[in-house]
T-cell receptor, first 109, second 116 residues
Framework: GIQVEQSPPDLILQEGANSTLRCNFS?????LQWFHQNPWGQLINLFY???GTKQNGRLSATTVATERYSLLYISSSQTTDSGVYFC???????????FGPGTSLSVIP | NAGVMQNPRHLVRRRGQEARLRCSPMKGHSHVYWYRQLPEEGLKFMVYLQKENIIDESGMPKERFSAEFPKEGPSILRIQQVVRGDSAAYFC??????????????FGPGTRLLVL
C-alpha cells in the first residue's frame, strides 16, 4: 500500500519562529489533507490540498503532486500551534485514508 | 452547522464488557469513517460506511469489532468483550462524498476508551 512519511518527527521552536513540515508519499494520490491535533487530542482540519498552494492566516501549504510531497509552512509560531501535525492521503475516491506518523511541534515562549 | 459529534467523550470498561461508541456526522454528510489512535501513535483507518452500507472495513479487527450506519440515527462502533489493548482514542470523521473537496474529512472530538 501507499507509504506516507513525515519529517521532522519532532520540532521545538521559539515563539515567533518559522518552520516547514514535510510530507512524502510513495504513490500518486487523489486527496491530501493536513491536520493539527492539539494537546487536548482534538483534530483540526487545516487544508485540503491535493495540488497547488493554499494559505490561511499564518499557515500555508503546498503540494507538488508530480513529485509526491507536500509542505506545511507555519510562520510567526505561537504557543497555541503546539501539537502534532498529520498529513493524510487518499489514493482514489474509494480507497482508505492513510495517515502519516505526524510531526510533534512544541512552541516555547 | 454543528460539526461531527461523538459520544461518550470518555468511556471506561472492564475487560469482557461491551463498548458502544456513537458518531453523528455533520449535517448533509452521508460518508462516515472510523479511526483508532493508540497512545503515542498516529491514526489508523478502521472502517468506511455510507448509509446502511459498509464500503471498506479492511482496517477493522476480524473479531469483536463491528460498525453500522443505519438509515436513521448515528453510526455505531461496537467492541465486544473488550481487552486492555482496545484502550485508545477512537475518532469518527464524515464527508460529503467522493470527488474533489467533497472528500474533505471533518473529525469529531473522539471517544477515549479505557479498559481496566
Amino acid at each position: 500500500g501507499i507509504q506516507v512519511e513525515q519529517s521532522p518527527p519532532d520540532l521545538i521552536l521559539q515563539e515567533g519562529a518559522n518552520s516547514t513540515l514535510r510530507c512524502n508519499f510513495s504513490d500518486s494520490v487523489n486527496n491530501l489533507q493536513w491536520f493539527h491535533q492539539n494537546p487536548w487530542g482534538q483534530l483540526i482540519n487545516l487544508f485540503y490540498i491535493p495540488s497547488g498552494t493554499k494559505q490561511n492566516g499564518r499557515l500555508s501549504a503546498t503540494t507538488v503532486a508530480t513529485e509526491r510531497y507536500s509542505l506545511l509552512y507555519i510562520s510567526s509560531s505561537q504557543t497555541t500551534d503546539s501539537g502534532v501535525y498529520f498529513c493524510a492521503v487518499l489514493k482514489t475516491s474509494y480507497d482508505k485514508v492513510i495517515f502519516g506518523p505526524g510531526t510533534s511541534l512544541s512552541v516555547i515562549p | 452547522n454543528a460539526g461531527v459529534m461523538q459520544n461518550p467523550r470518555h468511556l471506561v470498561r472492564r475487560r469482557g464488557q461491551e463498548a458502544r461508541l456513537r458518531c453523528s456526522p455533520m449535517k448533509g454528510h452521508s460518508h462516515v469513517y472510523w479511526y483508532r489512535q493508540l497512545p503515542e501513535e498516529g491514526l489508523k483507518f478502521m472502517v468506511y460506511l455510507q448509509k446502511e452500507n459498509i464500503i471498506d472495513e479492511s482496517g477493522m479487527p476480524k473479531e469483536r469489532f463491528s460498525a453500522e450506519f443505519p438509515k436513521e440515527g448515528p453510526s455505531i462502533l461496537r467492541i465486544q468483550q473488550v481487552v486492555r489493548g482496545d484502550s485508545a482514542a477512537y475518532f469518527c470523521a464524515s464527508s460529503l462524498g467522493q470527488g474533489g473537496d467533497q472528500e474533505t474529512q471533518y473529525f469529531g472530538p473522539g471517544t477515549r476508551l479505557l479498559v481496566l
